[in-house]
C-alpha cells in the first residue's frame, strides 16, 4: 500500500531519535529531564497540527496536506541530524511532530473512505506500516551512526521523505468537501462511543509516551549491551508487521470497545513488570509478548472512531483522538523522565500502568450499548452527526 509506504517513512525517523537519546546524553550532556522534553515537545506540536489542521483534509486538501506534512518531516530531520543544544533538538522535534500531525489523519481519511467494508483490516495495514518504519529507525542507527556518524540515518530518512512526495503525487485521490467538515472535531466528544474510543487511544499513548522516554534510558543504566537497546524496539515492534492487520480485523468484528480495554489492561500489567524485572533479557523477553499483545489489540481505538464518526467528518475525528493521544504522551513523557530521573524506575512505570488501568476502565464504561458493536452492526454513524448537532 502506496500511504502505508508514506507513513513508514515518516514514522522511521522517530524511530532514530528514540534509539539515539542515550546518544545526546551522552555526547551533548543533554539531562533526561530534558530529553524527555524533547520526546514531549514533538507530541505536543501534533497534538496542535492534529485538532487545528487535520480538518482540513475532509474540506477536499487530504492530498496536499500529505505533502506538506513530509515537506515538514524532512525540514525537522535535518534539524535533529545537526542539533547538539537542547534548543535546536525542541525545534527540530517540533517541526517533525506537525509534519507527522497533519499527514497521519489525512492518510486514514483516504484510507477510510477509500474501503469501508475492510475499514479494519486496512487501519491495520496502516498500524503495520507505522511500526515497521518505527522499527527501521533502530536498525538504520546501529548500521550507520558507528561508521558514517549520528546525522546519517537522520538524513537518510530525511531524503525519503523527499521522494515519497512523488508517491502521494502519483495517488488518485477523490477529494469532496462538507460544509461541516470545516468545524473542528471537539464537539465529536458529545457521542459517548467517541468519547469511549479517545480514551482507549489515550491509554495506549501513555504507555508509548513512557515507553519511548524510558526503555533506552534503562538499558543503559542497567548496561546493557547497544544492541540489545536498538534490536530489542525491532523485537517488540515486530509482531505488529505481520500480526496488525489481523488486530484490526478482530476489533471491527468482536468489537473494538470489548478488544481495546482487554488489551490495555494486559499492557498495564505488562507496563508495570518493566518497573521490577532484574535485568535486560528478561525484560527484552517480556517485552516480545508484551508487542503481540499490542498487535492485536491497539487498533481497536482507530478502528472505533472510524465506527463512530460520521462519514464527512473522518480526518477531524481521527485528527482529535491523535491529538488527544499525542498531548498525551507528551505530558507522560516528561513526566516518566522527571519520575525516573528523580525516584527510579518502578514508580515511572507503576503511574503509567495506574493511567492505563483509569482509563480502560472509563472507556469500557461509557462504551455503554455500542460495547457489543461490530461491522455487523455498528453504531448508526447519522444518529450520531445528529447527536452532535443537537437535531436527535
Same mark, same amino acid.
Given at each position: 500500500?502506496?500511504?502505508?509506504?508514506?507513513?513508514?517513512?515518516?514514522?522511521?525517523?522517530?524511530?532514530?531519535?528514540?534509539?539515539?537519546?542515550?546518544?545526546?546524553? #551522552?555526547?551533548?550532556?543533554? =539531562?533526561?529531564?530534558?530529553?524527555?522534553?524533547?520526546?514531549?515537545?514533538?507530541?505536543?506540536?501534533?497534538?496542535?497540527?492534529?485538532?487545528?489542521?487535520?480538518?482540513?483534509?475532509?474540506?477536499?486538501?487530504?492530498?496536499?496536506?500529505?505533502?506538506?506534512?513530509?515537506?515538514?518531516?524532512?525540514? $525537522?530531520?535535518?534539524?535533529?541530524?545537526?542539533?547538539?543544544?537542547?534548543?535546536?533538538?525542541?525545534?527540530?522535534?517540533?517541526?517533525? $511532530?506537525?509534519?507527522?500531525?497533519?499527514?497521519?489523519?489525512?492518510?486514514?481519511?483516504?484510507?477510510?473512505?477509500?474501503?469501508?467494508?475492510?475499514?479494519?483490516?486496512n487501519l491495520g495495514l496502516l498500524l503495520a506500516a507505522d511500526v515497521a518504519g518505527f522499527a527501521v529507525g533502530p536498525l538504520l542507527s546501529a548500521l550507520v551512526v558507528g561508521p558514517l556518524g549520528l546525522p546519517a540515518p537522520f538524513l537518510m530518512i530525511a531524503t525519503a521523505s523527499l521522494l515519497s512526495i512523488l508517491i502521494i503525487g502519483r495517488i488518485n485521490v477523490e477529494e469532496r468537501? #462538507?460544509?461541516?467538515?470545516?468545524?473542528?472535531?471537539?464537539?465529536?466528544?458529545?457521542?459517548?462511543?467517541?468519547?469511549?474510543?479517545?480514551?482507549?487511544?489515550?491509554?495506549?499513548?501513555?504507555?508509548?509516551?513512557?515507553?519511548?522516554?524510558?526503555?533506552?534510558?534503562?538499558?543503559?543504566?542497567? #548496561?546493557?549491551?547497544?544492541?540489545?537497546?536498538?534490536?530489542?524496539?525491532?523485537?517488540?515492534?515486530?509482531?505488529?508487521?505481520?500480526?496488525?492487520?489481523?488486530?484490526?480485523?478482530?476489533?471491527?468484528?468482536? $468489537?473494538?470497545?470489548?478488544?481495546?480495554?482487554?488489551?490495555?489492561?494486559?499492557?498495564?500489567?505488562?507496563?508495570?513488570?518493566?518497573?521490577?524485572?532484574?535485568?535486560?533479557? !528478561?525484560?527484552?523477553?517480556?517485552?516480545?509478548?508484551?508487542?503481540?499483545?499490542?498487535?492485536?489489540?491497539?487498533?481497536? =481505538?482507530?478502528?472505533?472512531?472510524?465506527?463512530?464518526?460520521?462519514? #464527512?467528518?473522518?480526518?477531524?475525528?481521527?485528527?482529535?483522538?491523535?491529538?488527544?493521544?499525542?498531548? %498525551?504522551?507528551?505530558?507522560?513523557? !516528561?513526566?516518566? $523522565?522527571?519520575?525516573?530521573? %528523580?525516584?527510579?524506575?518502578?514508580?515511572?512505570?507503576?503511574?503509567?500502568?495506574?493511567?492505563m488501568v483509569a482509563l480502560s476502565v472509563t472507556a469500557f464504561i461509557l462504551s455503554g450499548s455500542q460495547r457489543s458493536a461490530t461491522s455487523d452492526d455498528p453504531v448508526d454513524v447519522n444518529d450520531s452527526a445528529n447527536a452532535v448537532t443537537?437535531?436527535?
Amino acid at each position: 500500500m502506496s500511504l502505508g509506504a508514506i507513513m513508514a517513512v515518516m514514522a522511521s525517523g522517530y524511530g532514530v531519535m528514540f534509539t539515539v537519546l542515550d546518544d545526546y546524553r #551522552d555526547r551533548f550532556g543533554i =539531562s533526561e529531564s530534558r530529553l524527555g522534553m524533547i520526546v514531549g515537545i514533538g507530541f505536543l506540536s501534533s497534538f496542535l497540527a492534529q485538532i487545528f489542521l487535520a480538518p482540513l483534509a475532509d474540506r477536499g486538501y487530504a492530498k496536499p496536506i500529505v505533502v506538506v506534512g513530509l515537506l515538514l518531516n524532512f525540514s $525537522g530531520l535535518v534539524m535533529l541530524s545537526f542539533g547538539q543544544t537542547t534548543v535546536v533538538l525542541l525545534i527540530g522535534r517540533f517541526v517533525m $511532530g506537525v509534519g507527522l500531525g497533519v499527514a497521519f489523519p489525512a492518510i486514514r481519511r483516504i484510507v477510510i473512505l477509500g474501503d469501508a467494508d475492510r475499514l479494519g483490516d486496512n487501519l491495520g495495514l496502516l498500524l503495520a506500516a507505522d511500526v515497521a518504519g518505527f522499527a527501521v529507525g533502530p536498525l538504520l542507527s546501529a548500521l550507520v551512526v558507528g561508521p558514517l556518524g549520528l546525522p546519517a540515518p537522520f538524513l537518510m530518512i530525511a531524503t525519503a521523505s523527499l521522494l515519497s512526495i512523488l508517491i502521494i503525487g502519483r495517488i488518485n485521490v477523490e477529494e469532496r468537501a #462538507d460544509a461541516e467538515s470545516s468545524k473542528l472535531a471537539f464537539d465529536l466528544l458529545r457521542i459517548k462511543p467517541y468519547a469511549a474510543a479517545v480514551c482507549m487511544g489515550v491509554a495506549v499513548f501513555v504507555m508509548i509516551g513512557t515507553f519511548d522516554a524510558l526503555w533506552v534510558l534503562m538499558l543503559d543504566d542497567l #548496561d546493557a549491551s547497544e544492541w540489545i537497546a536498538n534490536v530489542g524496539i525491532t523485537l517488540f515492534v515486530l509482531p505488529m508487521i505481520f500480526l496488525a492487520e489481523r488486530g484490526g480485523r478482530l476489533a471491527q468484528r468482536i $468489537g473494538p470497545f470489548r478488544v481495546g480495554p482487554a488489551g490495555l489492561i494486559i499492557g498495564a500489567v505488562y507496563m508495570l513488570m518493566y518497573g521490577l524485572l532484574p535485568s535486560a533479557l !528478561v525484560m527484552l523477553g517480556v517485552g516480545m509478548l508484551h508487542g503481540v499483545t499490542d498487535s492485536l489489540t491497539v487498533s481497536s =481505538s482507530a478502528v472505533a472512531v472510524g465506527m463512530v464518526t460520521p462519514e #464527512d467528518r473522518h480526518a477531524g475525528g481521527q485528527g482529535l483522538l491523535g491529538g488527544i493521544q499525542t498531548l %498525551s504522551a507528551g505530558a507522560i513523557a !516528561v513526566v516518566a $523522565g522527571f519520575l525516573y530521573e %528523580s525516584y527510579g524506575r518502578f514508580p515511572a512505570y507503576a503511574v503509567c500502568a495506574i493511567i492505563m488501568v483509569a482509563l480502560s476502565v472509563t472507556a469500557f464504561i461509557l462504551s455503554g450499548s455500542q460495547r457489543s458493536a461490530t461491522s455487523d452492526d455498528p453504531v448508526d454513524v447519522n444518529d450520531s452527526a445528529n447527536a452532535v448537532t443537537g437535531h436527535a
